[in-house]
């Protein structure tokens, strides 16, 4: 009996982190996708910093990243959606993302580098609140948004060399 409970909790936790991983995967194709023209036209364009990665780098590395935080966040959300602190992590989590893809859209779809600016400096606030929240719940989870953090960091790094250099 023991063990069947056990298979049916495996089961649903892997479920949700599914789910997770293909909403995170499907915002961050969406911003991809309503950006792509300006990043192959006016993005390149553009001044930029001596640090600046290679176009190929991005995608890679927005997948990897997208990846974590849905498993992330279903690892949260296996927890108990009931529990008044899972919510509020998760919308933590939910309202990061939107500015997650409101940052893409802003800096390539309106081509408005200082906008995105102010856009990825409430996405950080945001991302710290959201691993302050994941840590209540699950460390594990929280730990798996740092790599996420910190690329965000130097995006935002980037965003502000951009934004200088034009």
Same mark, same amino acid.
């Given at each position: 009996?023991?063990?069947?409970?056990?298979?049916?909790?495996?089961?649903?936790?892997?479920?949700?982190?599914?789910?997770?991983?293909?909403?995170?995967? #499907?915002?961050?194709?969406?911003?991809?996708?309503?950006?792509?023209?300006?990043?192959?036209? &006016?993005?390149?364009?553009?001044?930029?910093?001596?640090?600046?990665?290679?176009? &190929?780098?991005? !995608?890679?590395?927005?997948? #990897?990243?997208?990846?974590?935080?849905?498993? !992330?966040?279903?690892?949260?959300?296996?927890?108990?959606?009931?529990?008044?602190?899972?919510?509020? !992590?998760?919308?933590?989590?939910?309202?990061? #993302?939107?500015?997650?893809?409101?940052?893409?859209?802003?800096?390539?779809?309106?081509?408005?580098?200082?906008?995105?600016?102010?856009?990825?400096?409430?996405?950080?606030?945001?991302?710290?609140?959201?691993?302050?929240?994941?840590?209540?719940?699950?460390?594990?989870?929280?730990?798996?948004?740092?790599?996420?953090?910190?690329?965000?960091?130097? !995006?935002?790094?980037?965003?502000?060399?951009? &934004?200088?250099?034009?």
């Amino acid at each position: 009996m023991s063990r069947h409970i056990n298979f049916h909790m495996n089961q649903k936790l892997t479920i949700r982190i599914i789910i997770s991983v293909a909403v995170c995967l #499907l915002i961050g194709f969406l911003s991809g996708f309503a950006t792509q023209s300006s990043v192959n036209d &006016w993005y390149v364009t553009l001044n930029k910093p001596s640090f600046n990665p290679p176009n &190929w780098v991005f !995608a890679p590395v927005w997948t #990897l990243l997208y990846v974590l935080m849905g498993v !992330a966040a279903g690892i949260v959300w296996h927890k108990g959606f009931y529990h008044k602190w899972v919510k509020t !992590a998760l919308y933590h989590f939910g309202f990061q #993302l939107l500015f997650n893809a409101l940052w893409s859209i802003v800096f390539f779809g309106f081509m408005q580098p200082l906008w995105a600016l102010f856009i990825i400096l409430i996405l950080i606030a945001l991302i710290l609140l959201t691993i302050k929240w994941f840590m209540i719940v699950s460390k594990g989870a929280a730990y798996l948004l740092i790599p996420y953090l910190l690329w965000v960091c130097f !995006a935002t790094l980037l965003n502000y060399k951009i &934004w200088e250099l034009n």
